[in-house]
Nanobody, 119 residues
Framework: QVQLVESGGGLVQPGGSLRLSCAAS????????MGWYRQAPGKQRELVAA???????NYADSVKGRFTISRDNAKNLIYLQMDNLKPEDTALHYC?????????????WGQGTQVTVSS
């Protein structure tokens, strides 16, 4: 059974920092593209950052220079270091694991962790 469990969300003031973690189990973690997505009320889910098995990274323009994604293949963990947080970063943040094979896609989601940026 595949499980992705996020942690680290919370309430922070503008300009503050948070570090999200996602623990994966039930998959061969090292071969998956791992990502963080977020969804604010009334908006579509959007990609925040992703990291491939070779540790190439991709970021949404809105978070470049402020957020850093990383992975620890030995511990089956990914992280999202979020600095200089803004009110518009407020959203439910989800962990995602994705890979493709010849026959199918493998696409797994966590339950999400809430990030609220407010003074």
């Amino acid at each position: 059974q595949v499980q992705l469990v996020e942690s680290g969300g919370g309430l922070v003031q503008p300009g503050g920092s948070l570090r999200l973690s996602c623990a994966a189990s039930g998959i061969i973690f090292s071969i998956y593209v791992m990502g963080w997505y977020r969804q604010a009320p009334g908006k579509q889910r959007e990609l925040v950052a992703a990291i491939t098995s070779s540790r190439s990274t991709n970021y949404a323009d809105s978070v470049k220079g402020r957020f850093t994604i990383s992975r620890d293949n030995a511990k089956n963990l990914i992280y999202l270091q979020m600095d200089n947080l803004k009110p518009e970063d407020t959203a439910l943040h989800y962990c995602n694991a994705y890979r493709e094979s010849i026959k199918r896609e493998y696409d797994y989601w966590g339950q999400g962790t809430q990030v609220t940026v407010s003074s």
